[in-house]
């Protein structure tokens, strides 16, 4: 079965690892809170700088992350009051997660990660200890400057930064997950797969945008059972993932399962609006389904979103069709 045209190049600025600042504003309006705290390792206790911490609305589905800071400390303010979970991503750790009823001044908040077993297949001889789980202040300023490159789209002098920074440190996942989508922006697909998996490995598993990434290549490559279950795991570290509910209902269409493909399509339109290209794969299933009567309303409600997009051919094609079948007196209306 054709699938829509390819999703890691049309999510591609979703995917990219972003700048994530260890201070956020401090303006905060009335409805909104500020949660604080300090990520520690267990063992020993000591600080862990630049821990990915992420809190997810369970009501809303709205996010924000920040990272820690040198002393593992972390405050981040403007979040809507609520109940969230809390994740806390750390190379060579195993993952954390709570619930946490963010008020107006939550904190502080102590959390310790275990360590988790070195890879099966560690990236190199030479990684950092795992003890120390710091990264120094020049690789981050190199990382920076290779997110900003890769965000304008110069992908070619991204590749430079990226590599410097993983030179300074190999544990460094973020640089290999923009790493990873450099490559793949620029061709070369066996290498962009590399440095997704490496990715994969430094968090033990735990960074859901490169098993996003590395499952859509393998869907491109029809692989789609591979492909799933790396989409499936990212969607267990993100839940409210609406690019993961989109690309789980690819592989699904794929797959010829469409009562699936379509549930996970409407899941993606529910956690995030802007998820638009699952309108385009909910009129694919519609037209297989012989629906031209929703196929219409798939496609009038991406063209009001993005008349523009990407898909804006794609869409109009399936808008025809879905006419030429009315007009011959077929399809049902849902």
């Known amino acids: 079965m054709r699938i829509p045209r390819f999703p890691l190049f049309l999510a591609i600025a979703e995917l990219i690892t972003p700048i994530l600042s260890t201070a956020q504003s401090q303006t905060i309006e ?29 009501s809303t589905g709205w996010e924000a992350a920040t ?10 303010a403007g979040l809507p009051l609520g109940q969230y979970r809390l994740k ?24 310790e990660l275990d360590k988790s077993p070195q890879p099966a297949t560690p990236v190199n001889d030479s990684v950092v200890s795992v003890d120390e789980l710091k990264m120094s202040g020049k690789a981050e300023s190199v990382f920076v400057k290779g997110t900003k490159l890769l965000q304008k789209g110069d992908a070619r002098r991204s590749l430079v ?10 544990e460094y996942y973020r640089a290999y997950h923009n790493l990873g989508l450099a490559q793949y922006l620029l061709g070369d697909k066996a290498r962009a797969e590399e440095s997704f998996q490496k990715a994969i490995d430094l968090t033990n598993g ?5 098993q996003f990434a590395l499952g859509a290549i393998l869907l491109e490559e029809r692989k789609y059972r591979q492909a799933e279950t790396l989409i499936q795991n990212g969607l267990i570290m993100e839940p409210g993932s609406a690019l993961g509910k989109y690309l789980l209902g690819l592989v699904q269409f794929a797959s010829e399962r469409l009562t699936d493909a ?15 290209e699952a309108y385009i794969l909910l009129a694919q ?5 012989h629906e031209p009567y929703s196929v219409e309303a798939d496609v009038a409600a991406y063209l009001k979103l993005d008349g523009h997009g990407p898909l804006a051919g794609e869409a109009n094609l399936l808008l ?14 849902r």
Request: glycine share 6%.
């Open 262 to 276: 379509e549930r996970s399509a409407n899941d993606a339109l529910f956690r995030s609006a802007d998820q638009t």
């Open 206 to 210: 735990g960074y859901a945008p490169s």
């Open 30 to 58: 009335s409805n909104t809170g500020t949660a604080y705290g300090t990520v520690l390792l267990a063992m020993n206790h000591k600080p862990i700088e630049r821990a990915q911490v992420d809190f997810h609305n369970l």
């Open 88 to 111: 806390v991503t750390v190379p060579f750790c195993y993952r954390f997660e709570i619930a946490v009823d963010v008020v107006e001044r939550t904190g502080p908040l102590s959390l």
């Open 285 to 289: 299933i519609h037209a297989r389904l």
């Open 67 to 76: 990272l820690t800071n040198a002393d593992g400390k972390f405050d981040l």
């Open 161 to 170: 930064y990226f590599k410097r920074a993983l030179a300074k440190d190999p």
């Open 320 to 333: 025809q069709r879905a006419q030429m079948e009315i007009s011959k007196g077929a399809g049902s209306i």
